[in-house]
C-alpha cells in the first residue's frame, strides 16, 4: 500500500510518501502567502521524484496547521497526533515526544503504539519557538545554520529570560554592546528558549525516552540545551521535519485498512 | 448514532427579561427614590437588603461579562484602563468596569449611573482593590468586609465570628451612611432567600447527572448569572425553583442539550465570554460539557452528603430552622457562603481537585477542559495543581489559554486546534 | 564592612546548615513577611523567609500558570530543586493568593515533616481583626507545640519579641544614617543587611549590627552620593539592579518594600498579653497592598519616608503581574508626582536586563537632575 501525508505547517509545507516500510519521496516548500499553491508545489515534486501519479496512492491523509484546506484530502489528524505517532513509528521506546517548529512548541507524552496520553502546548509570550532563534540569528548577523553550532564553543552560562521575546531581545542587544562573545550569546539564546520547552515538556513529564521532532531538531545548539536542561539524552530522528508528514503518512495506512 | 430530541428552554425569555429589569432598575433607581450600591458578586447582598425594599446594586463581575459579550465596548473600555496606567494583566472584569465608569457609559444604555455607596468582600488580591478605586473615583463611601478566614472544613467560632462581626459593624456603617433606620426583618428574609436560590441552583447542576444531559455549560451560564446579580432576591430564587421544575421535565421526556451525546465533559473558570462558540465547536463532536465547578459552585452552594456523595447544602428552613433576629441571620449568612465551593481553592488547590473529581464521578465525565484564564488570578489560584491532581487520576484533561474579559488574550484558532487534538485523544470525531 | 551581611546572604543555606548542626531545633520556612517569626524563635526554630535566587528556571510550569508573578514562581522552584532539603517545616502568613500558590504546591511535592497555613486577615482596618488575630496565632503556637514537643511560654515570647524589636531599633540606627547629605552606606549594602536578618538568628544579626554601627558612624563615603532616590513596590533583592542604579550617579537611600524597610519598621508594644501584642505588631505594620484597604494607609507612610530622607526622586518596581501593586501603581504615582516627586516605573522579573533597565534609569535621572536646577 502506498499512502501519502502532507504537513501543512506554518512556515513549510512537507510531503511524504510511504510504500510499506519505505519512503518514497520527501519533498518541502515554503509556505509563504499562498500555503495551498505550496502544497501543489510539493505533492507534485514528490510525485515526480518517484515516478507516480496521484491515481498511485491508496490514501492521503494531511496534518498541521493547515490540514483543513489540504487540497488534495478530507482526512486529517492533529499535529499531536501525527508527532507521536511518527516518532513511535521510526523510535518505538520514546515515550516523550518534543515537536518544535517555526510557530509553536509541543510536548506529547505518548504510549507504546503511539496513542496520545497527554500533551502541552506553548501559551501565548512564549518565546520558545524556531522563529525566536532567526530572528536573533540575524541580530548578530550570523547565518541560522552557523548560530546553533556557535553555542557548541561557548562554555559559559549567562543567565536570560525568555518570559517575553521581547525583553530577551533587549537582552542580546544589551549583550552586544557589552560586547559578549557571539558564541556566548548563542548559548544564552539556545538556553533560554529550551528552558521554555522544557517548562511546558515537564507538564507532561520527562518519561525516558526523549526526542525531538520538528525542523528546529536540525540546530545542534538547541539539542545541546534542551539535553543539559532535560539532563537526559534527546533522541533526533534523521528527518525530524518530516515526523509529522511520516505520522500523517501512517494514519492514512491505519485507516484504509 | 442515537439522535435525542432538543428544544430551547420554555424559561429562557423569561431570564432573558429578569436580567434586563435588574440592570434597568439599578439605572433607575433614585427616580423612586431608591439606593443604588455596586460592588462583587460575592458580596453578601442580603445585608444591604435590610435597607429597605427599594435597595438596587449591580454587581462587577457579570457587569464585566457582559462589557465583554459586547466585544467592541470591551475593547473601548479596556483601552481607557490602559489609558490611565493601569496594568494589562489585572482582572479584565475589573478594567471592563472602570472603563465603562472612564467612559461615562452604562453597558445597556445611557451614563453609568453612579452608585450610592460601594459594598464589597475581599478574597483574592483584586476585589479589595477594585471598588477602592471606584469609591474614590466616584467619591462615594466604600466598605468591604475580609471573608480569608480559611476553607469551611476548618472553620471554628473564630474565624466564623471575624466575619460575623464585620458584618454587624456594616450594618452600623450602613445605617450611618445612608441615614436610613435597618431593618431585621428584611435581611433575615432576605438570608432565607438567599439559601434558597443557591441551593436551588445546586440543585438544577445535579439535575444535570442525567444521561445525555438535559443542559449545556453555555446555556447555564445565561442562567446561573441571576444568583450573581441579586442571589437574595425574591425573584431570582423563585425564578431557579421554576428553572429546576422545568429541567426536571426535560429529564423526565428525554429533552436533552446536545442530540449527539457521545462525551461529557466539564470546563474550569469562566470562560472567554467573546467566543462561547468553542461550546458550539464541542457539540459538533457531540461533546457536552455539563458544567464546571465554577458553573455549579461559584453561586450554588452545596455540601458532602453522609453517603459520601456532593449535593445542594441543605437549608436552615429545610431542616426546620426559621430566622428571627439580626444575629442569627448574620451568622447562617457567614457561615452559608463560607463553604461555597469557589473559595477552597483560596487555601488549598487540593480541596477544588476533590472536588472536581467528585464532579467527573458523579456526572460520568469522560474528561476535563481547563481554561487557563489569564483574566481571573483568582479563580485560576492553584489551577496547574488541578490539572495534575486530575491527571494522576487518569482522566484527561486538556488546558487552553485565553481571558474571560479580554479578547485580545484569546487565539481562538489555536483553540479550536488543540480540541482537535483533545478530541483525537479522546476518540471522538464528529459524526457524519 | 558589609562582608558578613553579604556572606549570610549569599550563603544562607550553608548558615542554616550550620545552625542546625548547633541547635536542637528545625529551620523553619516562612513565606511572606508577615510571618509571626517570633513564634516559631521562640519555639526553638530557626525562621528563614523562602526568597528565590535570581535565576532563570523551568521547573514551576507543572505547578503555576503563567500569569502568576514570577517570584513567587522563583520561590517555589528553590524547593523543587532541593535546595531547602534540609528545611522540615514551613509556613505562610496569608497575604497574597501569588504566594500562598508557592506554599501549597510545596507542600504537595517537597517532603517536609510540618506545614502551617495561618490565616492572617487581609483586612487589617478592622479593629475586629485584632482578637481574630490573636486566636488565629493561638492555633499557630498550639500547633508548633505540638510538633516540637515543648511549651511556647508567654516569657519566651517576651524575650523574643524584644529579642526582634533590638534587631528592628539597630536597623532603624543604620537607616537613619541614611538621612546623611552624602549616606555612609549605600542603597545595596541596606538591601542585602535586611535580607540577611531574614535568614540568621537574630542574636547573631544584632551582634552584627552593634559590631558595624559605630564603625559606620564614622565612616567616610569612598562615592558621591548623587540624586537621592527611594525604591518603592513589591519584593525586591535584586542586589545586581541596585548595584547598576548606584553606578550611574544615584544612590539609594530608603525603601518600601517587604524585604526592606517594611520588614522592620514597626515594633512590638507590649501591653500585658503578649499573643495579642504580637498580633497587633503585625496588623499596625506598614501595609502589604493588599492588605491596605479600603482607607489607603500605605501611601502617607511612603509619602513621610520620601520627605525625611530627603529623596529627589522615586523609582517604583513591581514584579511582572503583581496584582497587589498593579492595584496600587497608578494612585500612587500620582498621590506622589501631585507631591512633587518624580517617578519611574519598572516592571521585574526573575532576572532584570541591566541593559534596558539603565536606559530608563538614566534618562530618569535626568529628569531628576533638571528638577534640581529649576
Known amino acids: 500500500m502506498t499512502t501519502a501525508g502532507i504537513d501543512l505547517g506554518a512556515k513549510f509545507v512537507k510531503v511524504l510518501f510511504l510504500k510499506d516500510d519505505e519512503v518514497l519521496a520527501r519533498t518541502q516548500e515554503r509556505a509563504g502567502f499562498e500555503p495551498i499553491e505550496a502544497a501543489r508545489r510539493a505533492f507534485a515534486a514528490a510525485l515526480s521524484e518517484c515516478g507516480l501519479t496521484e491515481n498511485d496512492l491508496d490514501a492521503i491523509c494531511a496534518t498541521g496547521a493547515g490540514r483543513q484546506v489540504s487540497p488534495f484530502t478530507k482526512d486529517s489528524v492533529t499535529e499531536v497526533g501525527a508527532a507521536a505517532k511518527g516518532t513511535i513509528y521510526l523510535h518505538p521506546s520514546v515515550r516523550t515526544v518534543i515537536d518544535v517548529g517555526g510557530e509553536e512548541g509541543r510536548a506529547v507524552k505518548c504510549g507504546e503504539t503511539g496513542k496520545v496520553e497527554d500533551f502541552a502546548i506553548n501559551e501565548q509570550c512564549a518565546a520558545g519557538a524556531g522563529s525566536f532563534t532567526e530572528s536573533i540569528a540575524r541580530a548578530l548577523e550570523v547565518p541560522l545554520e552557523e548560530f546553533g553550532k556557535l553555542s557548541l564553543k561557548s562554555e559559559k552560562s549567562i543567565p536570560m529570560n525568555a518570559q517575553c521575546a521581547v525583553f530577551a531581545e533587549s537582552e542580546v542587544v544589551s549583550l552586544v554592546h557589552a560586547k559578549t562573545p557571539k558564541e556566548d550569546i548563542s548559548r544564552a539564546v539556545h538556553d533560554a528558549i529550551a528552558s521554555r520547552i522544557i517548562s511546558m515538556v515537564r507538564r507532561v513529564g520527562i518519561n525516558n525516552e526523549v526526542a525531538l521532532v520538528g525542523g528546529v531538531a536540525h540546530n545542534p545548539g538547541f539539542v545541546d540545551a534542551l539535553e543539559r536542561g532535560m539532563e537526559t539524552k534527546v533522541i533526533v530522528p534523521e528527518h525530524p521535519e518530516y515526523v509529522g508528514a511520516l505520522g500523517a503518512a501512517l494514519t492514512a495506512r491505519e485507516r484504509s485498512r | 448514532m442515537a439522535e435525542y430530541r432538543t428544544e430551547p428552554l420554555k424559561c429562557w425569555n423569561k431570564a432573558k427579561e429578569l436580567r434586563l429589569k435588574y440592570y434597568k432598575d439599578y439605572q433607575d433607581a433614585h427616580k423612586k427614590g431608591g439606593i443604588r450600591w455596586t460592588g462583587g458578586a460575592w458580596a453578601f447582598d442580603a445585608i444591604p437588603a435590610g435597607l429597605g425594599r427599594d435597595v438596587y446594586n449591580i454587581t462587577g463581575e457579570p457587569y464585566g461579562a457582559s462589557i465583554a459579550f459586547d466585544r467592541k465596548l470591551s475593547l473601548e473600555c479596556m483601552e481607557a484602563a490602559e489609558a490611565k496606567g493601569w496594568a494589562r494583566d489585572l482582572c479584565s472584569y475589573m478594567r471592563n468596569y472602570w472603563g465603562s465608569m472612564y467612559l461615562n457609559k452604562y453597558a445597556f444604555g445611557g451614563d453609568y449611573p453612579k452608585p450610592d455607596f460601594c459594598y464589597q468582600d475581599h478574597i483574592c488580591c483584586s476585589h479589595g482593590k477594585w471598588y477602592q478605586h471606584v469609591a474614590e473615583y466616584k467619591k462615594i463611601p466604600y466598605f468591604c468586609i475580609d471573608v480569608s478566614v480559611g476553607p469551611y472544613k476548618d472553620l471554628d467560632e473564630n474565624r466564623l465570628m471575624f466575619v460575623v462581626n464585620q458584618m454587624h459593624e456594616c450594618i452600623e456603617w450602613l445605617e450611618k451612611t445612608t441615614g436610613r433606620k435597618y431593618n431585621d426583618e428584611l435581611l433575615c428574609e432576605a438570608v432565607e432567600t438567599e439559601c434558597r436560590s443557591t441551593s436551588t441552583w445546586a440543585e438544577i447542576c445535579t439535575l444535570n447527572m442525567s444521561k445525555p444531559a438535559p443542559l449545556d455549560e453555555k446555556t447555564m451560564y445565561s442562567l446561573y448569572v441571576h444568583g450573581t446579580l441579586a442571589k437574595h432576591s425574591k425573584e431570582m430564587a423563585d425564578f431557579y425553583e421554576e428553572l429546576r421544575d422545568e429541567v426536571k421535565d426535560r429529564v423526565d421526556n428525554n429533552i436533552v442539550a446536545v442530540p449527539h451525546e457521545q462525551c461529557r465533559l466539564m470546563s474550569d473558570t469562566q470562560p472567554p465570554w467573546g467566543f462561547l462558540k468553542v461550546f458550539r465547536y464541542l457539540e459538533k463532536f457531540g461533546a457536552v460539557s455539563i458544567g464546571s465547578l465554577y458553573t455549579f459552585g461559584l453561586i450554588g452552594i452545596w455540601e458532602w452528603k453522609e453517603d459520601g456523595t456532593w449535593g445542594p447544602r441543605t437549608t436552615p428552613m429545610q431542616k426546620g430552622e426559621r430566622i428571627t433576629s439580626r444575629d442569627q441571620a448574620l451568622r447562617i449568612l457567614a457561615d452559608w457562603n463560607l463553604s461555597k465551593p469557589e473559595w477552597q481553592h483560596f487555601y488549598d488547590p487540593n480541596l477544588k481537585t476533590e472536588m472536581m473529581l467528585q464532579i467527573v464521578k458523579q456526572w460520568q465525565l469522560d474528561g476535563v477542559i481547563l481554561h487557563l484564564n489569564r483574566g481571573c488570578e483568582g479563580l485560576s489560584c492553584g489551577i496547574m495543581e488541578n490539572r495534575l491532581g486530575i491527571a494522576k487520576t487518569g482522566v484527561p484533561v486538556m488546558t487552553f489559554e485565553g481571558n474571560m474579559g479580554d479578547e485580545r488574550e484569546f487565539d481562538e484558532k489555536r483553540t479550536m486546534a488543540r480540541i482537535d487534538s483533545f478530541m483525537e485523544t479522546l476518540g471522538i470525531t464528529i459524526p457524519a | ?374
Not at chain 3, 68 to 75: A, E, H, I, M, Q
Not at chain 3, 124 to 145: C, I, M, N, P
Not at chain 3, 262 to 275: A, K, L, V
Request: charged share 30%.
Open chain 3, 1 to 374: 564592612m558589609f562582608s558578613k551581611f553579604y556572606e549570610w546572604y549569599e550563603k544562607r543555606h550553608d548558615y542554616a546548615r550550620d545552625w542546625l548542626s548547633k541547635n536542637d531545633g528545625e529551620v523553619v520556612g516562612c513565606f511572606c513577611s508577615y510571618a509571626p517569626e517570633e513564634l516559631i524563635y521562640a519555639a526553638g526554630c530557626l525562621p528563614m523567609r523562602v526568597l528565590g535566587s535570581h535565576e532563570p528556571q523551568d521547573v514551576t510550569e507543572p505547578h503555576i500558570f503563567g500569569m502568576f508573578c514570577p517570584f513567587c514562581r522563583d520561590v517555589l522552584a528553590q524547593g523543587l530543586k532541593g535546595r531547602y532539603d534540609y528545611m522540615k517545616g514551613i509556613m505562610i502568613a496569608q497575604s497574597c493568593i501569588h504566594l500562598r500558590q508557592s506554599f501549597t504546591s510545596w507542600r504537595n511535592h517537597v517532603p517536609v515533616d510540618y506545614s502551617f497555613y495561618l490565616y492572617m486577615p487581609n483586612k487589617v482596618q478592622t479593629e475586629h481583626a485584632r482578637s481574630y488575630y490573636a486566636g488565629e496565632l493561638v492555633k499557630f503556637r498550639d500547633s508548633l507545640q505540638k510538633w516540637r514537643g515543648r511549651e511556647i511560654t508567654d516569657d519566651a515570647l517576651r524575650e523574643t519579641a524584644e529579642l526582634y524589636n533590638e534587631n528592628r531599633r539597630l536597623m532603624h540606627e543604620v537607616y537613619d544614617l541614611r538621612k546623611q547629605p552624602n549616606p555612609p552606606i549605600s542603597g545595596r549594602e541596606a538591601m542585602v543587611m535586611v535580607a540577611s536578618s531574614f535568614f540568621v538568628d537574630k542574636k547573631d544579626h544584632n551582634a552584627e549590627l552593634k559590631r558595624i554601627l559605630p564603625e559606620l558612624k564614622s565612616r567616610t563615603p569612598d562615592r558621591e552620593c548623587g540624586a537621592r532616590l527611594m525604591i518603592v513596590g513589591s519584593e525586591n533583592d535584586d542586589t545586581e539592579f541596585i548595584k547598576m542604579v548606584e553606578s550611574v550617579g544615584a544612590t539609594v537611600v530608603v525603601d518600601d518594600h517587604c524585604t526592606g524597610s517594611r520588614y522592620f519598621w514597626n515594633s512590638t508594644q507590649f501591653n500585658g498579653d503578649i499573643m495579642q501584642d504580637i498580633a497587633n505588631r503585625y496588623i499596625d505594620r506598614p501595609p502589604c497592598p493588599t492588605k491596605d484597604w479600603e482607607r489607603r494607609d500605605r501611601f502617607p507612610h511612603v509619602l513621610k519616608l520620601a520627605q525625611e530622607f530627603n529623596v529627589d526622586g522615586v523609582i517604583t518596581i513591581q514584579q511582572k503581574f503583581c496584582d497587589p501593586h498593579e492595584g496600587d501603581m497608578v494612585p500612587l504615582k500620582e498621590y506622589l508626582n501631585s507631591n512633587d516627586f518624580p517617578t519611574l516605573f519598572l516592571e521585574f522579573d526573575v532576572t532584570v536586563p541591566l541593559g534596558p533597565m539603565r536606559i530608563r534609569v538614566e534618562a530618569f535621572l535626568e529628569i531628576v537632575g533638571e528638577e534640581e536646577l529649576f
